[in-house]
């Protein structure tokens, strides 16, 4: 199995795009270039039933995103390429391909070069296996396709003034573990608050839920954070608060008082210490 790597300092935002053929086939092994030949039919017809992989230049901060290569005309000194992203595959983080550079057999100097390239690797197989899956999309939101940020807790609590103190120790406690702390409240990006609450715990590498007085949207939020994959850690005052569906999962009791949200401090921080040591 083989796929092409496009790589472009413009990015690939477009459905047709163009590269020198100076740069066409580079770092690619002969008999792959020859057997790819842009100039016959032969080599066309192999690169239009091939997988893309679009990059933009860089290691991290951005997307890469799989493509079929729909038509390939060469133009003089250009070689005309147009192409289709499919919808239901996710953009991938760069900073996930720079991990995966040598299974990939991508050089790491192929990230800040215009140019195109054929591996002769399984790409689906060398992605899947990295935990990397299609995207369904949500009608009611939508998730942005931005990079997750290793040291941000979310923190989803209700907007109730008598858990203003709960909210300064969770943070004190992300402060210790070495994490930065935020709920939607620190944010106002959309219009919409749902999708700065969405956005947040998409950024977000652990979401903190406070299931106290059972707050319809924290448990909206903790579902929405259990499916896009965070590290969820759940904190109540009161046992019985806690759902049926989430009863099976650890968490984090608590009182509103000095002495407990002092316990809650140090409770918390152990476990985002834990988390960070396992993402480490």
Same mark, same amino acid.
């Given at each position: 199995? %083989?796929? +092409?790597? #496009?790589?472009?300092?413009?990015?690939?935002?477009?459905?047709?795009?163009?590269?020198?053929?100076?740069?066409?086939?580079?770092? %690619?092994? +002969?008999? #792959?270039?020859?057997?790819?030949?842009?100039?016959?039919?032969?080599?066309?017809?192999?690169?239009v039933s091939t997988p893309a992989l679009l990059m933009p230049e860089g290691t991290s901060g951005d997307f890469a995103k799989v493509t079929n290569i729909q038509r390939v005309r060469v133009e003089g000194a250009q070689v005309l390429i147009n192409y289709a992203s499919d919808p239901e595959l996710s953009p991938i983080p760069l900073s996930k391909i720079w991990g995966l550079r040598s299974e990939l057999q991508i050089d790491k100097w192929e990230f800040s070069r215009t140019h195109w390239a054929i591996k002769d690797v399984d790409l689906f197989r060398t992605l899947l296996g990295c935990e990397w899956k299609p995207l369904l999309l949500p009608k009611v939101f939508k998730i942005d396709q931005i990079e997750q940020e290793s040291d941000l807790v979310a923190v989803m609590m209700p907007f109730e003034a008598s858990l203003d103190p709960v909210f300064k120790s969770i943070k004190a406690a992300s402060s210790v573990a070495g994490y930065k702390c935020k709920r939607a409240d620190d944010i106002w990006e959309d219009s919409i608050l749902i999708q700065d609450i969405v956005t947040l715990i998409s950024r977000a590498s652990v979401v903190v839920c406070d299931c106290t007085a059972r707050n319809a949207n924290v448990f909206y939020e903790t579902g929405i954070a259990h499916a896009l994959g965070r590290e969820v850690?759940?904190?109540?005052?009161?046992?019985?608060?806690?759902?049926?569906?989430?009863?099976?999962?650890?968490?984090i009791s608590y009182l509103n008082n000095k002495e407990g949200r002092a316990a809650l401090e140090q409770k918390l921080a152990k476990r985002l210490e834990t988390l960070a040591n396992k993402a480490n």
């Open positions: 199995m %083989t796929f +092409q790597l #496009l790589v472009s300092g413009n990015g690939w935002e477009k459905s047709s795009d163009s590269i020198a053929t100076e740069r066409v086939f580079e770092h %690619t092994d +002969q008999d #792959l270039a020859a057997k790819f030949n842009v100039k016959t039919r032969e080599g066309r017809a192999r690169l850690v759940i904190i109540t005052q009161a046992k019985s608060d806690i759902p049926f569906d989430l009863q099976h999962h650890r968490f």
